[in-house]
């Protein structure tokens, strides 16, 4: 499955973002989907994951900030990040385990300036 990730950009502290992420087929909702980040010169480091039916895991650096949803109709996790932190400033990588296997999206900047 490819994964495709959108929403990314540049915003203020404080601001926010809503990124999206589809897959290219059909994902099951009892699929693990999610995000991870990765900060120049850190090792990449969970942000949310979700799977139908149960709680949300977030990182502990953003929740309270960031929301994860998803639609199975559309193949889709979402990550509404709000009050963001220049902190937050990394690559964002959407993440599905169908099969048990981990799959990557190709990833998008998150750039919050003070």
């Known amino acids: 499955v490819q994964l495709q990730a959108s929403g990314g950009g540049s915003v203020q502290a404080g601001g926010t973002l809503r990124l999206s992420c589809t897959g290219s087929?059909?994902?099951?909702?009892?699929?693990?989907m999610g995000w991870y980040r990765q900060a120049p010169g850190k090792q990449r480091e969970l942000v949310a994951t979700?799977?139908?039916?149960?709680?949300?895991n977030y990182g502990d650096s953003v929740t309270g900030r960031f929301t994860i949803s998803r639609d199975n109709a559309k193949n889709t996790v979402y990550l509404q990040m709000n009050s963001l932190k220049p902190e937050d400033t990394g690559v964002y990588y959407c993440?599905?385990?169908?099969?048990?296997?981990?799959?990557w999206g190709q990833g998008t900047q998150v750039t919050v300036s003070s």
């Open positions: 087929r059909t994902i099951h909702s009892s699929v693990v």
């Open positions: 979700l799977r139908s039916g149960r709680d949300a």
């Open positions: 993440y599905a385990n169908p099969g048990g296997a981990p799959y």
